[in-house]
């Protein structure tokens, strides 16, 4: 299964751009999640966040103001995943904790993908990818994992991973916050 990790993806001044003068503006508009990786209501005292979508499933169309902004970083993941089209786009950010807090082990859609993280931000609280598998998102997740990797969230780093591989996220406790851009790739015929 495809596990990919890239370095110094976007251009630097690209990316600044897109860093600095738009996600972390002081005029960047965040949505609320009560929980930042499940769309069930329900987690931990820790496991809220917060999003900005770009484009959702099942249309794929652009809900944000935003988004002009970010056709080149996502046509330049979707070249890197060699997919046709992208189906979901969003911000999510977490915010400090005061101890380690693993957010709910997900895969983000049913449907054949390659997920995708691009870093905004340097900080802690890593990506954990798992050797188990599920085509169901509603699946539940079995109680004994094996890890296969650990991401540090480096900005500017890109991680393209088989869509079907659980996988979570941690909240930082060292930096204020853990910014990324999540995004999902597939196929036309899927």
Same mark, same amino acid.
Request: proline share 7%.
């Given at each position: 299964?495809?596990?990919?990790v890239?370095d110094?993806?976007?251009? @630097?001044t690209?990316?600044?751009?897109?860093n600095?003068?738009?996600?972390?503006?002081?005029r960047?508009?965040?949505? &609320?999640?009560?929980?930042?990786t499940?769309?069930?209501?329900?987690? *931990?005292?820790?496991?809220?966040?917060?999003?900005?979508?770009?484009?959702?499933?099942?249309?794929?169309?652009?809900l944000?103001?935003?988004?002009?902004?970010?056709?080149?970083a996502?046509?330049? %993941?979707?070249?890197?995943?060699?997919l *046709?089209?992208?189906?979901?786009?969003?911000?999510?950010?977490?915010?400090?904790?005061?101890a380690?807090?693993?957010?709910?082990?997900h %895969?983000d859609?049913?449907r054949?993908? &390659?997920?995708?993280i691009?870093? %905004?931000? /340097?900080? /802690?609280? *890593?990506?954990i990818? &798992?050797?188990?598998?599920?085509?169901?998102?509603?699946?539940?997740i079995?109680?004994?994992?094996?890890?296969?990797?650990?991401?540090?969230?480096?900005?500017?780093?890109?991680?393209?991973?088989?869509?079907?591989?659980?996988?979570?996220?941690?909240? @930082?406790?060292?930096?204020?916050?853990?910014?990324?851009?999540?995004?999902?790739?597939?196929? /036309? /015929?899927?």
């Amino acid at each position: 299964m495809k596990l990919e990790v890239i370095d110094n993806f976007l251009s @630097p001044t690209y990316f600044e751009y897109l860093n600095e003068h738009i996600v972390q503006s002081p005029r960047f508009e965040w949505s &609320y999640l009560n929980n930042v990786t499940s769309a069930k209501d329900e987690g *931990d005292d820790w496991s809220f966040g917060y999003t900005h979508v770009l484009i959702e499933t099942p249309t794929g169309r652009p809900l944000s103001p935003h988004f002009p902004a970010f056709i080149g970083a996502l046509c330049d %993941i979707q070249e890197a995943t060699g997919l *046709d089209k992208c189906t979901r786009a969003r911000l999510d950010m977490t915010t400090k904790t005061p101890a380690p807090f693993e957010h709910q082990v997900h %895969i983000d859609t049913a449907r054949p993908n &390659y997920s995708c993280i691009l870093y %905004i931000n /340097d900080t /802690d609280g *890593d990506t954990i990818m &798992y050797e188990e598998t599920t085509k169901d998102p509603s699946a539940p997740i079995p109680e004994k994992l094996t890890e296969r990797e650990r991401i540090k969230p480096v900005a500017n780093r890109l991680v393209i991973f088989d869509g079907y591989i659980l996988h979570t996220g941690m909240s @930082p406790m060292k930096n204020k916050n853990r910014i990324l851009l999540n995004t999902n790739f597939m196929a /036309d /015929d899927q």
